[in-house]
């Protein structure tokens, strides 16, 4: 039996590497970490980078997982608890919002969607499974920030390498730039149990989440609709109560599914 190929050897440390902890490594720090040349390590991971699974941010230079490796697990996503708790409850609240539906967790402080239920009518859309999601510009992203002091650490950490002041990525006029004023909206975000994105990731879009708890209330995710800001906001541009209703109706239904026994 031929023995094992040592450049995919080095190729799977360094995705195992990248996995861990910020997920966000220079070259130097994977070097050094697996004991390889620069030379050698700089070959490997510029094929991974060819074929998507690794992304260099062009900043830092740094190196992190890409969104193709992200695709390669959809079929674990399928059997993941939290997707396969939700299906029905999603699929749902997409019949009764007339909007499509997302369903995020937590990766390396981006919103990672492990479920999406089209908006139900006859546009074009498409699958968003596996996609990445900016946090601080999207009302999933929010809800997790609220509640997972992990993801806010790893968002706080991501702006100040992206940024010397530490500004938050600006998608629209309307998206937070600061760490001050995305603390004020995460403390709306608890006392009122939902959170919302008008015109912030793009304008003309919106949307509203709530957060999915498991066992002793701890926030697994969240689910959320987005859509048109004209059919997701009133007149006033604030989100219709009764979409709002909607999703943490759903939520909460899920999350009972979960064993969160107080929703």
């Excluded at 941010?57 to 674990?76: F, M, N, R």
């Excluded at 239920?117 to 999207?138: I, K, N, W």
């Excluded at 919106?206 to 066992?215: C, D, E, K, L, N």
């Amino acid at each position: 039996m031929p023995g094992p190929v040592q450049s995919i050897e080095r190729a799977a440390a360094i995705l195992r590497l990248l996995a861990q902890g910020s997920g966000r490594l220079g070259l130097t720090e994977i070097a050094n970490s697996l004991g390889l040349a620069r030379g050698t390590a700089h070959g490997i991971l510029r094929t991974l980078q060819l074929v998507g699974f690794v992304e260099q941010d062009e900043a830092t230079g740094k190196y992190q997982l890409g969104a193709a490796l992200l695709h390669l697990g959809t079929s674990y996503l399928d059997v993941n608890e939290l997707r396969s708790r939700a299906i029905n409850w999603a699929d749902a609240l997409a019949a009764r919002s007339g909007e499509a539906v997302r369903i995020g967790t937590h990766l390396q402080g981006k919103v990672l969607v492990v479920h999406h239920v089209f908006r139900p009518d006859d546009s074009l859309q498409t699958l968003d499974v596996g996609m990445l999601m900016p946090m601080h510009a999207t009302a999933i992203g929010k809800v997790l920030l609220a509640y997972d002091a992990n993801a806010a650490a790893a968002l706080h950490d991501a702006s100040h390498d992206a940024s010397q002041d530490g500004e938050l990525e600006q998608f629209t006029r309307r998206t937070v730039r600061t760490h001050r004023e995305m603390s004020r909206m995460l403390a709306t975000v608890r006392e009122h149990g939902w959170a919302s994105d008008v015109d912030e990731a793009g304008m003309g879009k919106a949307g509203v989440a709530a957060p999915i708890r498991g066992y002793g209330g701890l926030v697994v995710g969240a689910m959320g609709i987005s859509g048109a800001t004209e059919r997701i906001c009133d007149s006033g541009g604030r989100p219709r109560p009764d979409l709002v209703g909607y999703v943490r109706d759903a939520a909460r239904a899920v999350s009972r599914d979960l064993g969160a026994s107080r929703w």
